[in-house]
């Protein structure tokens, strides 16, 4: 039987339900302010499911909060948006301040380990783009064993960040030569990331308020654009643990929309959006 309009539609109860399961798995809020954004998102992946009622649709989703259709939705509730070398100015710093004060520091203790960490990785423009800022920093400068972490809370983004294939108009935000010496050809006029530059990439699925299955050290973490969805004490709590993932002169760097202003840490600031452990 088809479920009707009204059927379809999510009632307050419903919604208050959905947030409190989401904010339990992933520490997301869906605040008042974000009421009516996320039921359109919710009804329209209930669109995509058949004529389902919305009380069925969110009892399938959230019987299992580690199922492909839970992930689903936190994927509708959740913006993906990326590109590469998106807030440029990041990069620029790890190229030309970060990693010169780190190969300083490794050499002086007789190592060549660098690690970074992309925190929410999304479809794999930022830590790619990591990996080349990464290659062309290090070029010239010795053998040095640096590899980057992606994780992210979406199976789905994850899959596509593997893969490193991307519509060539997405690539024409790479400069050039970087764009030439990083990307091939790939089928259906794509453009692919270079062996070179995914072999420096892992990626694995995370949620960020669970428990960690790694310690670090890390000497630089990126957590853009995702604490926004988190509230003052989820922050705290997460700036607190990259803080105990960072090695000494490690640094955080956040989404031009966040700050670190009213929560308790103990980050040096280096300037906006960037955060040092000192």
Not at 47 to 53: A, E, F, L
Not at 79 to 94: A, D, G, I, Q, W
Not at 206 to 226: E, H, K, M, S
Request: aromatic share 10%; hydrophobic share 40%; proline share 5%.
């Amino acid at each position: 039987m088809l479920a009707t309009k009204d059927e379809q539609a999510i009632d307050d109860r419903q919604f208050r339900k959905l947030c409190d399961l989401v904010y339990a798995h992933c520490g997301i809020t869906l605040g008042d302010g974000k009421q009516d954004l996320a039921k359109a998102r919710v009804a329209r992946q209930l669109r995509g499911h058949g004529n389902k009622s919305a009380a069925a649709y969110l009892d399938e989703v959230m019987a299992d909060p580690k199922g492909e259709g839970f992930a689903g939705l936190i994927d509708a509730l959740s913006t993906n948006l990326t590109s590469f070398y998106r807030e440029s100015k990041h990069f620029t710093y790890v190229a030309e301040v970060l990693l010169p004060k780190v190969m300083e520091r490794q050499r002086r203790q007789r190592t060549n380990r660098i690690r970074g960490w992309s925190a929410a990785c999304s479809t794999g423009e930022e830590p790619y783009t990591l990996a080349m800022t990464m290659l062309g920093a290090l070029a010239g400068q010795g053998a040095w064993d640096a590899r980057i972490l992606a994780t992210d809370i979406s199976r789905n983004v994850l899959r596509t960040a593997v893969l490193g294939q991307y519509d060539a108009e997405r690539v024409r935000s790479v400069p050039e030569p970087m764009r030439s010496r990083h990307f091939e050809p790939a089928p259906g006029g794509r453009m692919r990331v270079t062996p070179d530059v995914r072999s420096m990439v892992t990626f694995n699925y995370l949620n960020l308020i669970a428990p960690w299955p790694f310690t670090g050290p890390f000497d630089f973490i990126f957590c853009r654009n995702v604490m926004i969805y988190f509230d003052a004490p989820t922050q705290e709590r997460l700036v607190n643990r990259f803080w105990n993932c960072l090695d000494s002169g490690g640094v955080l760097f956040t989404g031009h929309s966040e700050s670190l202003t009213g929560i308790k840490h103990k980050f040096k600031y280096v300037q906006p959006t960037i955060y040092m452990k000192a």
